[in-house]
């Protein structure tokens, strides 16, 4: 090689090793940038995340691999091929690694290149790997909690990779008890969020716990990953087709026994009074709640669209707080049927009610989706599953309420309050049952008929849903079955209580009209 060729060679190696330093720094700005606090510069963070993915797809450098690291993220980066046999990274054989943190590993198929290799065989794929230690930048509407804190992603050159026949395997290992927790694997779906710049999603992942301190996720496709901590204790897998059963079985004997219940009331309406009007608006939020749960549960969520999900959510959650609503009209009106307090009349009595079991619970879902219609959509629960290699998790989706606190206070509360006070009415109305009781020396069958009354309507009428305070430790299995069976044909048990209410009060009207004759043919 002659001087000048020497001399163009080793200025052409000063300048790419030159390209490749300032190609390092610019990374680890980007990197350092991302492990500062959120704050307002969210939508920023998201173009550095971005950013960076497309500078360490594009970066240059020597060898077969690339590894960055900083205080909370670390960035690989790999050169693959259309022979890919597989790859497997684990913490504790990558170099600069804090020891500190807990272990972490990914494992791809060689199916993973399969897909760019089909039309064409490029001479060089690119896979990069972005480890977040820290979670801020992929906080959802609920605030949710993750486990470790981790978020792992991968990517492959700048084409998407989707249902993969053999899964990528990402393993987390953890030290701390996972007693009274959920865990569930999921991916960061961008856009499915107006609030955030994306949410939690468990689609195409599946959950295992080899053992008490790992967490393995198995999902069909590459994007970012971690282990989303729910509390609760998790539902067997097996019971789901039983109380899916029962639920559809018994919701659909409600509907047809609330739609017999309102056939029978429109035949009868001239004899009707206050009270039943009050049965029959019961019966119609009963009706709308078990319509629209179906609806919500038995219909496919990947295929229907977010926002019909978001509005039958807010419509089930509606009919739910309608019914409890009219749960506790019915006990305020059974107080002012026994208690006859000064024989109370209140003025159009019945419109105000309506106002109070129709309007009420529309002013609440009207005020949650005009402040932040988040709250309602898809809701993941996760159901345990046994195996031979440790305990795995299947996750369900229904289209309902997706934050935790809205649940506890609009839904928990909610139901808390109505169940309370309908015990008390009923605690109440057996009290003075008893004083009546107590002045008579034989029990009459009137008094008969007064307990089972009130045993029967206050039962009916709120009680069942206590049984949703139960769902922990030994009691979760049987209250899942108790609830699923009561709840589900609370409209097949109004309908018989309209029924008997019926032919007491026809039992009534033919003894009255037998007076009258017999009186008439004495005289």
């Known amino acids: 090689m002659d001087p000048h060729g020497a001399l163009f060679f080793y200025l ?34 998201v173009r550095h995340i971005h950013s960076l993915e497309q500078k360490l797809l594009n970066a240059s450098f020597g060898g077969h691999n690339l590894t960055l690291q900083t205080n909370s993220i670390q960035s690989l980066v790999f050169k693959l091929s259309c022979d890919f046999p597989g790859l497997s990274l684990s913490s504790t054989t990558l ?63 700048h084409r998407p990779v989707n249902n993969l026949q053999k899964p990528v ?33 468990p689609e195409g992942c ?38 899916e059963y029962i639920s559809l079985v018994g919701c659909s004997i409600s509907i047809v026994a609330s739609l017999l219940t309102m056939l029978l009331y429109s035949q009868s309406r001239k004899q009707s009074n206050s009270t039943t009007r009050i049965h029959m608006n019961l019966n119609g939020s009963v009706l709308l709640l078990n319509v629209t749960f179906l609806l919500s549960s038995q219909m496919t969520l990947p295929t229907m669209p977010r926002p019909v999900c978001k509005v039958l959510a807010a419509v089930l959650h509606y009919a739910l707080l309608s019914s409890l609503t009219w749960m506790a009209i019915e006990g305020f009106n059974l107080y002012l049927l026994l208690g006859r307090v000064y024989n109370t009349y209140i003025r159009r009595y019945l419109l105000k009610l309506c106002m109070l079991g129709w309007g009420f619970p529309a002013l609440l879902v009207l005020l949650l989706l ?13 159901l345990s599953k046994s195996q031979e290699n440790g305990t795995g998790f299947q996750n369900v989706s229904m289209c ?84 699923t069976i009561f709840n589900s044909l609370y409209g097949f048990f109004l309908f018989l209580w309209f029924c008997s209410q019926k032919r007491y009060s026809d039992a009534e009207a033919k003894a009255g009209m037998e007076a009258v004759s017999s009186s008439q043919m004495t005289h």
């Open 12 to 45: 052409c190696l000063l300048a790419a090793q030159v390209v490749l330093v300032e190609t390092l720094s610019d990374l680890l700005v980007l990197m350092k940038r991302l492990e500062q606090p959120v704050g307002r510069g969210l939508s920023s963070r």
């Open 95 to 157: 170099t600069n690694v804090s020891q500190v943190r807990a272990p972490h590993a990914m494992q791809f198929p060689a199916e993973l290149t399969k897909g760019a290799c089909v039309t064409s065989r490029p001479a060089e794929l690119r896979l990069i790997c972005i480890y977040f230690f820290t979670a801020h930048l992929f906080q959802d509407d609920r605030n949710s909690s993750l486990l470790n804190n981790y978020v792992l992603g991968a990517q492959l050159d």
């Open 169 to 201: 395997n990402i393993s987390f290992w953890h030290n701390r008890s996972l007693e009274g927790y959920t865990v569930s694997c999921v991916f960061w779906k961008e856009g499915a969020s107006k609030s955030s710049w994306g949410a939690w999603s």
């Open 206 to 243: 599946y959950t295992e716990q080899p053992s008490a301190t790992q967490v393995l996720c198995h999902c069909n496709h590459l994007t970012y990953f971690a282990v989303l901590m729910l509390s609760g204790d998790p539902v067997p897998a097996e019971l789901q087709v039983p109380l």
């Open 370 to 382: 005009m402040v932040k219609s988040s709250v309602y959509g898809p809701c993941v629960t996760s």
């Open 400 to 483: 309902w309420i997706q934050s935790a606190m809205v649940h506890s206070i609009l839904v928990m509360g909610y139901g808390g309050l109505t169940s309370v006070f309908n015990l008390v009415v009923l605690a109440w109305a057996l009290w003075i049952l008893y004083r009546l009781r107590a002045q008579e020396k034989a029990l009459s069958p009137w008094a008969y008929r007064d307990t089972a009354t009130v045993l029967g309507l206050t039962v009916l009428l709120g009680t069942t849903w206590t049984l949703a305070f139960f769902s922990f430790g030994v009691f979760l299995l049987p209250q899942l079955f108790l609830f």
